[in-house]
């Protein structure tokens, strides 16, 4: 099983240089003649507003973890409780035409899976534009938690083509709308995004030749095949190794702590040697800042004080503000008319 995100075509959202399958069409990716034994396409709502575009595609990935999880099970597919019910029937009828469930099932019953969905390799291909990295991360963590394939598919077109191909459609989107997607658009990082190491870019200027769609397909094909034999290994939360890394991170922050407390008392000795206090005094207020400094480290480290209720709560910064604070109540008592 292989997930891929792929972008919406042409004909049917802002042009971008991510776009599926096309077949061809006016401002579409090359023809593709891809043979894959099950192959499922789906598309998001035809129309939201940016701002739902977040919650449909959350949405979408729901119900494609409900169907993997008929398929592992070897269960009936059931309708979500929170679901956005036109969206849900469009889910389900994408299924039925493909016939991976059967169509005379219903909503209360559940939808029995066919025969093929469970015995053939299934691919499906996300039908969106996923132009963060973030999005097209929330499916490959889909795809680990069920230690599925997953790949990208980037079709890099210039600006001047997708401007023009959008010209070409029948209602076409106005201009701004196509370059704003161009600024914002991330494409795969394999030096930064381990993660997206599967990731194939197709270049896509004009009209595509016959030797070039070959070796598209080829191309495509390969990146699919790769991704079904190379599923994602899911790994279970390691509790030691957990514990590992916040001692790590603890010990590095708590080392923050301690060179910052040391360069305040540093500053605030050398400020009331300047102030001419005796030796006496400058003797107990050093031995009050080193207490200080000490009982916060411990508070730190323990993660159980009053004055520091949890670690976790409070960044190092809030720590050094708190400190400051402590800090000036104890040089009150030795320079009344300081801080």
């Not at 592992?72 to 036109?86: D, Y």
């Not at 039925?96 to 005379?104: A, E, P, R, T, V």
């Not at 077109?157 to 600024?183: F, G, H, W, Y």
Request: aromatic share 10%; proline share 6%; with cysteine.
């Amino acid at each position: 099983m292989s997930l891929a995100p792929g972008p919406a075509p042409i004909s049917r959202s802002p042009r971008s240089p991510w776009e599926a399958y096309q077949g061809g069409k006016p401002g579409g990716a090359p023809e593709w003649p891809l043979s894959c034994q099950s192959l499922a396409c789906i598309h998001l709502a035809s129309s939201p507003f940016p701002s739902q575009w977040k919650s449909f595609r959350h949405e979408l990935l729901m119900y494609i973890e409900h169907f993997l999880m008929a398929i592992i099970n070897g269960c009936k597919l059931s309708a979500p409780t929170l679901r956005t019910e036109v969206m849900w029937e469009s889910f389900v009828d994408c299924l039925k035409n493909q016939s991976l469930i059967s169509s005379g099932t219903g909503k209360t019953q559940g939808y029995c899976l066919t025969n093929a969905a469970p015995l053939k390799p299934l691919y499906l291909i996300l039908d969106d534009n996923f132009y963060y990295q973030s999005m097209r991360y929330e499916v490959y963590q889909l795809a680990r938690k069920y230690s599925s394939g997953f790949c990208q598919l980037f079709l890099d077109c210039p600006i001047e083509s997708c401007l023009e191909r959008n010209r070409q459609r029948s209602k076409p989107v106005p201009d701004d709308t196509i370059q704003l997607m161009a600024r914002k658009i991330e494409s795969p990082n394999i030096q930064k995004n381990a993660w997206e190491h599967n990731s194939l870019t197709v270049r896509s200027t004009g009209p595509c030749s016959d030797d070039n769609k070959f070796f598209y397909s080829v191309e495509v094909i390969d990146l699919l095949i790769t991704a079904l034999k190379n599923p994602i290994r899911y790994f279970e939360e390691n509790v030691e190794q957990k514990e590992t890394d916040r001692i790590i991170c603890s010990t590095n922050t708590l080392h923050q702590a301690d060179q910052k407390f040391r360069r305040i008392i540093s500053q605030t000795m050398k400020k009331a040697k300047d102030e001419k206090v005796s030796a006496y005094k400058l003797k107990r207020l050093a031995e009050e800042l080193n207490k200080l400094k000490a009982d916060f480290l411990e508070d730190l480290r323990q993660g159980n004080s009053k004055r520091i209720s949890c670690f976790h709560q409070n960044s190092i910064s809030d720590v050094i503000r708190l400190f400051h604070y402590e800090r000036d109540n104890i040089v009150q008592k030795y320079i009344p008319n300081e801080y």
